[in-house]
């Protein structure tokens, strides 16, 4: 089992930035691929970035060279670096664990950037 807890979302003005952080508790966290996600009004959850258990990273084109994902294995957490924000990156974001064929889900924090 993993139990995920988000923080750092908040408001921010279109260009500014945040960093998101998702603690992890369990055993698997290190072998599992940590993956943050994305879900606003009316949409899909959507894939934002992920990175595997040896430290590839996999970024979704709308934010690649502006999110950077991390993780810290000793701490069990996993970070995500938003810069240059953009009002359309404004969405509840989640903190995901996949280990195998079983998927884990944070509670989610909001992400509100106004233009």
């Known amino acids: 089992q993993v139990q995920l807890s988000e923080s750092g979302g908040g408001w921010v003005q279109a260009g500014g930035s945040l960093r998101l952080s998702c603690a992890a508790s369990?055993?698997?966290?290190?072998?599992?691929?940590m993956g943050w996600y994305r879900q606003a009004p009316g949409k899909q959850r959507e894939l934002v970035a992920a990175?595997?258990?040896?430290?590839?990273?996999n970024y979704a084109d709308s934010v690649k060279g502006r999110f950077t994902i991390s993780r810290d294995n000793t701490k069990k957490t996993v970070g995500l670096q938003m810069n240059s924000l953009k009002p359309e990156d404004t969405a509840v974001y989640y903190c995901?664990?996949?280990?195998?064929?079983?998927?884990?889900w944070g509670q989610g924090t909001q992400v509100t950037v106004s233009s």
């Open positions: 369990g055993s698997i966290f290190s072998s599992s691929t």
């Open positions: 990175i595997s258990s040896g430290g590839t990273t």
């Open positions: 995901n664990a996949k280990f195998g064929i079983a998927y884990y």
